[in-house]
């Protein structure tokens, strides 16, 4: 996370953006990144069939564009899951946050290898893993990134939507709603709405593996 003193003011720096506004299209030029203080973005990408596929998503305290900086445009379009409330901030700004903390800079690193591995973990979950795993991976690893953020409640609100999950994970909606339902009556979680409580957080994590 990068909310901690060290940002000084730069983090006040507010700017809110409403459900469903797209912040950035794909292509365009790449001029700043977005670090989220609330809410959540998605980011995602249209296939030849003029369809969504989406790729990421982001949680308060994650910056989106890390990726842009090596091609200079947006690789994906960048679109407000809810209300949003974010810190722009330009690539110059941050590499001179980089060169002259430790603490930013090795937060920037862990960002980084976070994407990376949360994307080797998405090709696993589309290659290898049934629907049931794929969907307790997925809320696993909501869990984690939560409790990496101090929240360690069991308790959980998705930002996204059933079918952005299902999307995400290269499922239908109806097998996602199918999977869910397995996990309560194995008492593993209980589903309603957005929100989730894991019951099980063992046996969520042994359906992982």
């Known amino acids: 996370?990068?909310?901690?003193?060290?940002?000084?003011?730069?983090?006040?720096?507010?700017?809110?953006?409403?459900?469903?506004?797209?912040?950035?299209?794909?292509?365009?030029?790449?001029?700043?990144?977005?670090?989220?203080?609330?809410g959540a973005l998605?980011?995602?990408?249209?296939?030849?069939?003029?369809?969504?596929?989406?790729?990421?998503?982001?949680?308060?305290?994650?910056?989106?564009?890390?990726?842009?900086?090596?091609?200079?445009?947006?690789?994906?379009?960048?679109?407000a899951l809810s209300n949003t409330l974010v810190c722009e901030l330009n690539y110059e700004e941050l590499m001179s946050l980089v060169e002259t903390n430790k603490n930013v800079r090795d937060m920037i690193f862990k960002l980084l290898s976070s994407d990376i591995y949360n994307y080797q973990k998405l090709v696993l979950c589309y290659s290898q893993k049934k629907a049931d795993e794929r969907l307790a991976a997925?809320?696993?690893?909501?869990?984690?990134?939560?409790?990496?953020?101090?929240?360690?409640?069991?308790?959980?609100?998705?930002?996204?939507?059933?079918?952005?999950?299902?999307?995400?994970?290269?499922?239908?909606?109806?097998?996602?709603?199918?999977?869910?339902s397995k996990f309560q009556e194995k008492q593993i979680l209980s589903a309603r709405g957005k929100y989730i409580v894991i019951r099980n957080l063992n046996a969520l994590i042994d359906l992982c593996n």
């Open 1 to 38: 996370m990068l909310y901690n003193n060290t940002l000084g003011t730069v983090l006040e720096r507010k700017k809110s953006y409403l459900k469903d506004v797209i912040l950035v299209k794909k292509n365009t030029e790449f001029t700043q990144f977005y670090i989220i203080h609330s």
């Open 42 to 79: 998605k980011t995602y990408d249209i296939t030849p069939d003029n369809k969504e596929q989406i790729n990421g998503f982001y949680l308060p305290g994650d910056i989106v564009g890390l990726d842009s900086i090596s091609t200079k445009v947006y690789n994906n379009n960048i679109k």
């Open 138 to 180: 997925f809320i696993y690893s909501l869990y984690s990134r939560y409790e990496q953020r101090g929240h360690t409640s069991l308790n959980i609100k998705l930002a996204m939507c059933r079918a952005d999950i299902a999307n995400y994970l290269g499922l239908t909606i109806e097998t996602v709603s199918r999977s869910l």
